[in-house]
């Protein structure tokens, strides 16, 4: 079974300062990766996905994000923060072969933009 | 494409009141999924279509919990009876391949 960690429920950054977002993940095969972006009252957006193909993945608004194997991490970064950046943040992954499709989430981190 | 629709937006009902929830994937979506969003256990899979066929129904709560998928274009989520605590936001999702959409979700309130 795969599992999903984000490390802070909360993190505050000054518009401006870099973003880093961290996510590991616990599966027996290499899992597909996912960033999605939660505004209030509102869906789920897909920031950015990784399927095996270039460790460093870009995304949407300026949001990257790097697999690493060897430290099983996909965490998310970007240069400069924006206000409208704050939202909810959640990491997710999925098997990365076979049949199954199913996302599995991390809980999220709150990301507070201050100015 | 106009996305995964779902309906209602938001339902109040009262405990012990039968609830439909409704989703429309995108179409060429092989791949359907409910997902439950709450402040004290976040998303949670409920269970997962693959061409109308339940896949893996282990995230259901209970029995009072039921879906079905009678064709490519439409399903539904049933809660009967409703207890205060089903109240949680329900998303449903489709995919294709690694191209996951989410729909808007449902906001439901038992009281």
């Known amino acids: 079974a795969q599992s999903v960690t984000q490390l802070g429920s909360h993190v505050s950054v000054s518009e401006g300062a870099l973003v880093l977002l961290r996510c590991n993940y616990s599966s027996s095969v290499p899992p597909y990766l996912f960033w999605y972006v939660q505004y209030p009252n509102q869906g789920l957006q897909l920031l950015l996905k990784y399927t095996s193909a270039a460790t460093l993945v870009k995304g949407i608004n300026g949001f990257e994000a790097e697999f690493k194997k060897s430290e099983t991490s996909f965490h998310l970064t970007k240069p400069s923060a924006h206000m409208s950046d704050a939202a909810e943040y959640f990491c997710?992954?999925?098997?990365?072969?076979?049949?199954?499709?199913?996302?599995?989430f991390g809980s999220g981190t709150q990301l507070t933009v201050l100015p | 494409d106009a996305g995964v629709i779902q309906s209602p937006r938001h339902e109040v009902t009262e405990m012990g009141q039968e609830v439909t929830l409704r989703c429309k994937p995108i179409s060429g979506h092989d791949y359907l999924f409910w997902y439950r969003q709450t402040m004290m256990r976040g998303l949670e899979l409920l269970i997962y279509?693959?061409?109308?066929?339940?896949?893996?129904d282990s995230g259901m709560p209970e029995d009072r919990f039921s879906a079905k998928m009678p064709n490519a274009s439409f399903s539904t989520l049933k809660i009967q009876p409703s207890e205060p605590r089903d109240s949680a936001v329900y998303f449903c999702a489709s995919c294709s391949g690694t191209a996951y959409t989410f729909g808007s979700g449902t906001r439901l309130t038992v009281v």
């Open positions: 997710a992954a999925s098997p990365g072969a076979g049949s199954a499709r199913q996302l599995t």
């Open positions: 279509f693959n061409n109308n066929v339940p896949i893996d």
